[in-house]
């Protein structure tokens, strides 16, 4: 993922902007990066890695060496950026975030063209650099923006600063990502998360629409090119990624997440009464399934007890290192029992998702290890089938890497992808039998999904709005 913050301001707003970054530290941790306008500077930019380091220290210098009027600056979990860019628009530093799935066969297009590209280790070309020269192309910066959504397969959101302190904010082709404007005494600043301008003193001014785009000024905002009518707003931004505070088109995330605990409690005093009898406590596997376990917990009148504390001052996401056997070995490290409310009990647990399980099952076993008499588990979605091709939450390369479609393939071989919707839907066979199948490799005493249905009346836009690919493999 990603995210990226910017302002256009009639005062120097690099510390607003170093604060509205590092608002979006939740949405990626490999590389960070800052671009400034001063009048008389000029363009300036820094980027750091963020992998052992947070956002906040590796940029704690940045008011040494950069001040700007106007700054743009972005975390990314792909390539370094934002860049500085020189071409017949004049300079200027560009960040995007997305997924381009056509990356090589563009490539070779600009490539046929005359064009040419510096590489990265392994003769990668920075996806940023491949959209610039996609802008670049064209007349104009809208009509060069608009063109990259349409030759891309994928998604790209494109946040850009100009060597006059103008802002051009451009939300992708079906608004998959969101794109919000805050207006302040001094300016105007352009935010993934709203949130992180609201903190600064800014108030909602604007959510763009899907492919819209924008020039910003301390003056104004300018409708470059008006919004697309088809939109597919990742659902995940609900269920997963998106910070507790934030609010997409017009949703908190997490009133959201207690809607659709709520929703997943009212399916199980149906599907599961006997089960749920029996259930000392409900608890969240933190940090983004508390929410939804809060929802579950005031609706089943169940007791919310946090069983387990994250312990996140030296780590403070699991996923940071590279590889997988790091990831799950911090993430082992952070789990701190509280055996008060674990030996003996009953525990239900609800997950914002399952995506390969292999974190999850690692929580099981200590939660057995730490004296549980049974544990129950909830996923606040439904069984994730495709791998993402627009945005790559998942870090899935391939739908196999998923622990739905293995365990299908388990049990019949690739005719079961065949049957991918009774597979999902708790009420049939198959259904039934994925559930058990992951309840016997993980040691859950029950396990369930919440249905798409559910997951969308939680978020509560219609359902043409949503992208719901990885559920579905609908476009």
Same mark, same amino acid.
């Given at each position: 993922m990603g995210g990226f913050f910017g302002i256009a301001s009639k005062q120097d707003c690099l510390t607003d902007v170093f604060f509205g970054v590092d608002y979006h530290t939740h949405l990626g941790t490999r590389i960070g990066g800052m671009a400034a306008y001063d009048p008389e500077a000029g363009l300036q930019r820094q980027i750091h890695s963020i992998e052992n380091a947070p956002f906040r220290t590796r940029f704690e210098h940045v008011f040494d060496e950069m001040k700007g009027t106007s700054a743009i600056g972005c975390i990314s979990d +792909?390539?370094?950026?934002?860049?500085?860019?020189?071409?017949?628009?004049?300079?200027?530093?560009?960040?995007?975030?997305?997924?381009?799935?056509?990356?090589?066969?563009?490539?070779?297009?600009?490539?046929?063209?005359?064009?040419?590209?510096?590489?990265?280790?392994?003769?990668?070309?920075?996806?940023?650099?491949?959209?610039?020269?996609?802008?670049?192309?064209?007349?104009?910066?809208?009509?060069?923006?608009?063109?990259?959504?349409?030759?891309?397969?994928?998604?790209?959101?494109?946040?850009?600063?100009?060597?006059?302190?103008?802002?051009?904010? +451009?939300?992708?082709?079906?608004?998959?990502?969101?794109?919000?404007?805050?207006?302040?005494?001094?300016?105007?600043?352009?935010?993934?998360?709203?949130?992180?301008?609201?903190?600064?003193?800014?108030? %909602?001014?604007?959510?763009?629409?899907p492919g819209e785009i924008v020039e910003v000024t301390p003056d104004g905002v300018t409708q470059l090119s008006p919004p697309g009518k088809k939109k597919r707003i990742c659902s995940f931004l609900w269920s997963y990624y998106g910070y507790p505070t934030s609010t997409y088109e017009g949703v908190n995330v997490e009133v959201m997440r207690y809607r659709n605990g709520a929703i997943m409690a009212l399916n199980d005093r149906v599907s599961?009464?006997?089960?749920?009898? %029996?259930?000392?406590?409900?608890?969240?596997?933190?940090?983004?399934?508390?929410?939804?376990?809060?929802?579950? +917990?005031?609706?089943?009148?169940?007791?919310?007890?946090?069983?387990?504390?994250?312990?996140?001052?030296t780590w403070s996401r699991s996923f940071m290192p590279s590889n997988q056997t790091s990831r799950c070995r911090i993430a082992k490290m952070k789990q701190i029992p509280v055996k008060e409310l674990i030996e003996g009990k009953n525990l239900l647990f609800v997950d914002d998702s399952i995506?390969?399980?292999?974190?999850?099952?690692?929580?099981? %076993?200590?939660?057995?290890?730490?004296?549980?008499?049974?544990?129950?588990?909830?996923?606040?979605?439904?069984?994730?089938?495709?791998?993402?091709?627009?945005?790559?939450?998942?870090?899935?390369?391939?739908?196999?890497?998923?622990?739905?479609?293995?365990?299908?393939?388990?049990?019949?071989?690739?005719?079961?992808?065949?049957?991918?919707?009774?597979y999902s839907d708790r009420e049939t066979r198959r259904g039934q039998n994925l559930r058990q199948e992951i309840c016997d490799k993980f040691k859950f005493s029950s396990l369930d999904f919440q249905s798409l249905e559910g997951v969308i009346a939680a978020i509560g836009l219609p359902r043409c709005d949503l992208c719901t690919y990885c559920w579905d493999g609908k476009e």
């Open positions: +792909a390539d370094p950026q934002p860049l500085l860019v020189r071409s017949h628009f004049g300079t200027y530093a560009i960040c995007m975030i997305g997924l381009i799935n056509n990356a090589d066969q563009l490539t070779e297009d600009c490539l046929r063209d005359g064009q040419s590209f510096d590489v990265m280790t392994g003769g990668k070309v920075n996806a940023t650099v491949l959209v610039s020269r996609l802008i670049n192309g064209e007349k104009t910066l809208a009509e060069g923006i608009r063109k990259a959504n349409e030759l891309v397969n994928g998604t790209v959101s494109i946040l850009i600063l100009r060597e006059d302190g103008t802002l051009i904010a +451009a939300r992708d082709r079906y608004g998959r990502l969101p794109i919000h404007i805050g207006r302040g005494e001094t300016g105007f600043a352009v935010s993934f998360e709203s949130f992180a301008y609201q903190k600064l003193g800014f108030e %909602d001014y604007q959510e763009l629409g599961h009464p006997g089960e749920m009898a %029996d259930i000392d406590y409900v608890g969240g596997v933190p940090d983004s399934g508390t929410p939804h376990a809060i929802g579950y +917990a005031n609706q089943s009148g169940k007791h919310f007890a946090r069983a387990f504390i994250k312990y996140t001052p995506v390969r399980g292999t974190q999850l099952k690692e929580t099981v %076993d200590f939660l057995y290890e730490n004296g549980a008499k049974s544990v129950h588990m909830r996923s606040a979605c439904p069984p994730i089938l495709f791998a993402c091709k627009y945005l790559n939450f998942s870090r899935s390369n391939s739908d196999m890497d998923l622990i739905a479609r293995r365990v299908i393939f388990e049990l019949e071989g690739e005719e079961g992808f065949n049957h991918l919707d009774e």
